[in-house]
Structure formats: C-alpha cells, structure tokens
C-alpha cells in the first residue's frame, strides 16, 4: 500500500536554529498538508498545499513557518529560528481528492533544546 | 470554524468488552473520519463516514449527519485497540481537518 514518507523521524535542534522536516506524498495525490501535534494534546492544522501555492494555513502558520515543493516529490516544511513551543509531532499527509482520504506520514517528533 | 467534541476522553476495558466511543459537531457534517493513533504516535485512518454505518471487522462507525453526531464502536477490544481515537471533520472548503480532542483507550489483558 502507498505510503507518506517522513525524514527524519526524529530531531533536536537548539533554540533559535533552522529545521527543515521532510516528506514525500503519495505519488498520485494531489493535496499536501503538515500538521502538529504537541504531546498530550490533539493534532492541529498548520497549512495545506496544492498546485504549488499555499491554499490554506492555520494561525499557528506565522511568517517563521514555510513549505515548499523544491521537485516533483518532496514537500518541506521549514522552521526558520525555532521556539521551545515548536517541539511537537508534525506530521505529513496528501490526499487525491478534497476532504476525504487522507494519508498520514508516521511524523517527525521535532526537540528544540 | 467548526467545533468537534468527543466523548469519554478516556477509557478502560478488559479485554474482550466492547466501547463506544462518541463524537459531536457543531456544524453539518460532510467528511466525518475516524482515525487510531497507536501508542507509536502513527496516525491510522481508519473510516471516512460523512453518513450511514461502515463495518471493518470488530470496529464499526456510524454517523447520523442531522443530528450532527458519529460513534464508533469496538467489539472483543484487544490490547492491540489500545491508543487514541480521533474523529475529525474537514473544514467548510475542504482544505484542512479539524480533529477532537480524542479518545484514550487502554485495554488491558
């Protein structure tokens, strides 16, 4: 069955500094999303993806937040200087048609130290 | 936006009982999901259900979209059932998922 790959699944980085999370959709999908889940707590929206332009972002999606789709199968979320409050799960997930068959990546547990 | 509340926010079971696990919505429901996160913290999509009942194996789902609720129920749970249930439902574009705050269940041997 198709799967959404995240990399790495795992990262602690220092306060302050640049990360780059990485996923690959699923080859046929359409719609691109990151989300993110603080530990304990449910999983939140941050922005969705399609046609290569943002379509929709949360308010936790202030200016230190971007994505990009730099080729035709990886899509990146980058946190510019990043806050002890960004440490969470953020989890990748594409779907081929909106609002309904979602697939999710198996996340990326992000540290900031 | 949209508002989803789910019900117990925890849940014990032995081994072999059966739950019901419920979800409320304050708008109409048009692409209500169900998904597991296991005790690994994956995300598992377990049924898109905006109306009527799907059945896969001991889990079932049932929605009733006019009265802007969905349950899912667990029979013969397994520890394996252990973990968080999530309902969600897409926001009014279709563009993002709201999630509830999720079920906790623990079933124990």
């Known amino acids: 069955e198709p799967e959404v790959t995240q990399t790495p699944s795992h990262q602690v980085t220092q306060m302050g500094q640049e990360v780059i999370l990485r996923c690959v959709p699923i080859s046929n999908h359409l719609y691109f999303y990151w989300y993110r889940q603080i530990l304990g707590q449910k999983v939140e929206f941050l922005v969705s993806?399609?046609?290569?332009?943002?379509?929709?972002k949360s308010e936790i999606f202030d200016d230190q937040f971007s994505v990009e789709r730099p080729d035709g199968s990886n899509f990146t979320l980058k946190i510019r200087s990043t806050k002890l409050e960004d440490s969470a799960m953020y989890f990748c997930a594409s779907n081929r048609e909106l609002g309904y068959g979602y697939t999710f990546g198996s996340g990326t547990r992000l540290t900031v130290v | 936006g949209i508002q989803v509340e789910q019900s117990p926010p925890d849940l014990i079971l032995q081994e072999g009982a059966n739950s019901t696990l419920r979800c409320n919505f304050s708008d109409s429901v048009n692409n209500l999901q169900w998904f597991h996160q296991n005790p690994w913290g994956q995300l598992i999509n377990l049924f898109y259900?905006?109306?009527g009942t799907k059945q896969n194996g001991r889990l079932s789902a049932t929605t009733v979209a006019t009265e802007r609720y969905s349950l899912l129920y667990i029979s013969s749970s397994q520890t394996t059932d252990s973990g968080v249930y999530f309902c969600?439902?897409?926001?009014?574009?279709?563009?993002?998922?709201?999630f509830g705050k999720g079920t906790t269940l623990s079933v124990s041997s």
């Open positions: 993806f399609y046609n290569n332009e943002i379509s929709e």
């Open positions: 259900i905006p109306s």
């Open positions: 969600a439902e897409a926001n009014q574009a279709g563009t993002a998922l709201i």
